[in-house]
């Protein structure tokens, strides 16, 4: 299986940039999404594609990356990001990464 | 407005068998490849098993190969996994899930059903 590697949280301040990265363990080309969470609902999708913004979403979110190497990036952080941030790619069979708990200060 | 709504959780004893179904709306259900992904407590997500557009081909995890079964129903625009032989680790919140076109990415997902496996 494809594995992806996400640090565990991030604390950052409202205003701030983000950048949470995700690496995989072996090359998944550009199938490559994002996924957020808060606590009690179910994931919503912000990326798919490595870079390619969701339906609805702000344009505060971005994603790069290709091969093994992803950052999702908020600029600027608000409040209401506060959440846990999941990378999954679909070039393999499907996997996620263990997902990046943001808060902020 | 696409909705997905799961049904059939709840307490199971271990080595027992339950039913998820989840109920699809608002989109044409037989053009989408469809998934259930769960999520134990406080942990990260599964894909626990995916199912072509008319159910001809199908994936399963290796947690749960040979023991789940995913099925789907087009007149009733309906996905249902069989899960048998319950094992106290397949506790999790089970989440329906569409998945998207060319990139495999889950555009819409349901709120979830719990199910937990203990005597």
């Known amino acids: 299986d494809t594995v992806l590697t996400q640090s565990p949280a991030l604390a950052v301040s409202p205003g701030e940039r983000v950048s949470i990265s995700c690496r995989a363990s072996?090359?998944?080309?550009?199938?490559m999404h994002w996924y957020q969470q808060k606590p009690g609902q179910q994931p919503k999708l912000l990326i798919y594609k490595a870079s390619n913004l969701a339906s609805g979403v702000p344009a505060r979110f971005s994603g790069s990356g290709s091969g093994t190497d992803f950052t999702l990036t908020i600029d600027p952080v608000e409040a209401d990001d506060t959440a846990t941030y999941f990378c999954q790619q679909s070039w393999n069979d499907p996997t996620f990464g263990g997902g990046t708990k943001l808060e902020l200060k | 407005e696409v909705q997905l709504v799961e049904s059939g959780g709840g307490l199971v004893q271990p080595g027992r068998s339950m039913k998820l179904s989840c109920a699809a709306s608002?989109?044409?259900?037989?053009?989408?490849?469809m998934a259930w992904v769960r999520q134990a407590p406080k942990k990260g997500l599964e894909w626990v098993a995916s199912?072509?557009?008319?159910?001809?081909?199908?994936y399963y995890g290796d947690s749960v190969k040979g023991r789940f079964t995913i099925s789907r129903d087009n007149a009733k625009s309906t996905l249902y996994l069989q899960m048998n032989s319950l094992r106290s680790e397949d506790t999790a919140t089970y989440y329906c899930?569409?998945?998207?076109?060319?990139?495999?990415?889950?555009?819409?997902w349901g709120q979830g059903v719990m199910v937990t496996v203990s005597s």
């Open positions: 899930a569409r998945r998207v076109g060319s990139w495999r990415e889950v555009d819409y």
């Open positions: 072996e090359g998944v080309n550009s199938y």
């Open positions: 608002g989109f044409t259900f037989s053009d989408y490849y």
């Open positions: 199912i072509s557009y008319e159910g001809s081909s199908t």
